[in-house]
């Protein structure tokens, strides 16, 4: 399992829960997924997992992202059985 969580505040809650489950197969990375490689500016609130794309605000911060065929590249997988994405 790959999990992508670029919310700082989210990754630590996966994170956790990954770990208080024990769960050996899951690899997680705090970065977005995009089209195109970069940074992006998302603004949140105190409300775990509500943040948006801004340019400026309250709780701003910015993420890492990546395109998942360059992540695939270099750490690769043996197959791909299904893909969920939480937009």
Do not use: T
Request: proline share 6%; hydrophobic share 45%; glycine share 6%.
């Amino acid at each position: 399992v790959l999990a992508f969580e670029p919310h700082p505040s989210n990754f630590e809650f996966l994170s956790a829960n990954v770990a208080l489950n024990g769960l050996q197969n899951v690899r997680l990375e705090q970065l977005g997924l995009s089209d195109a490689p970069g940074k992006l500016c998302v603004q949140g609130s105190d409300v775990p997992g509500n943040w948006s794309v801004a340019s400026h605000g309250a709780h701003e911060f910015e993420i890492d992202l990546v395109r998942l065929d360059d992540y695939l590249a270099r750490c690769p997988v043996s197959r791909i059985d299904l893909v969920k994405m939480d937009i």
